[in-house]
């Protein structure tokens, strides 16, 4: 059984601050992708990573895939009320059965 | 936004009923998913489709059946409602091309079921 663990679970920052957000997994994945999820909405696509190593921005996000593609990290910087949220990792099973194995999530708030 | 309709949006049940969750697409993916969320544990995957008639099994399926005899239609099945399945959930829909399997989840609004 594939399993993606997410640390922390919980954050609560302060406007301004840095943060980091660890998504690790012992299995390998194809492809990782990340969501945000706002109160009594679905997950939205943030991001998908697909190369070890790779890294993206979308604008204060960094994303970066672990070499061996079994990790993967989500920087903010300089965190706004906006990004408030719980942010979730999802792994792309290596079996080509399209299935998709989600983390635990972390739940972000930025105090204004 | 994509076209992904789940119904009922809440549901208030009782132990030993049987509940069917009902996700209906306009986009034409050949994948869906259904998942629950429970606090603490993110999504878990229940059943998904990857085609009419052809489903499988996910990581939490004991107390759940699908059936998707239709394209746009992916519905799910407790055949008798437990406390434990008392939870959100989410129904998701995908469409992949090619090898490089990098398909977006689209996902509905949510269904909060609630078993007494």
């Known amino acids: 059984t594939q399993l993606l663990e997410q640390s922390p679970q919980f954050l609560s920052i302060q406007e301004g601050e840095n943060l980091t957000v660890y998504c690790n997994s012992s299995?390998?994945?194809?492809?990782l992708q990340w969501y945000r999820q706002e109160p009594g909405e679905g997950p939205v696509l943030l991001v998908t990573?697909?190369?070890?190593?790779e890294v993206k921005k979308l604008k204060r996000l960094t994303f970066q895939f672990g070499d061996a593609r079994k990790d993967s990290s989500l920087h903010i910087t300089a965190a706004q009320p906006g990004d408030t949220g719980l942010y979730l990792c999802?792994?792309?099973?290596?079996?080509?059965?399209?299935?998709?194995?989600f983390g635990t999530g972390t739940r972000l708030k930025v105090l204004a | 936004d994509a076209g992904i309709t789940q119904s009922p949006r809440h549901k208030v049940t009782e132990t030993g009923t049987p509940v069917t969750l009902r996700c209906h697409q306009t986009?034409?993916?050949?994948?869906m998913y259904w998942y629950r969320q429970d606090p603490g544990h993110g999504l878990r995957l229940i059943h998904y489709?990857?085609?009419?008639?052809?489903?499988d099994k996910g990581e939490v399926s004991d107390g759940y059946s699908v059936s998707r005899s239709k394209t746009e239609d992916f519905l799910l099945t407790l055949e008798s409602a437990t406390s434990s399945q008392t939870s959100v959930y989410f129904c998701?829909?995908?469409?992949?091309?090619?090898?490089?399997?990098?398909?977006?989840?689209?996902f509905g609004e949510g269904s909060r079921l609630t078993v007494l």
């Open positions: 990573v697909v190369t070890g190593g």
């Open positions: 999802a792994g792309q099973a290596t079996s080509g059965t399209y299935k998709y194995i």
């Open positions: 299995s390998v994945f194809s492809s």
């Open positions: 986009e034409n993916h050949r994948y």
């Open positions: 998701a829909i995908s469409e992949s091309s090619g090898t490089a399997n990098t398909g977006e989840l689209f």
């Open positions: 489709s990857y085609g009419v008639k052809d489903t």
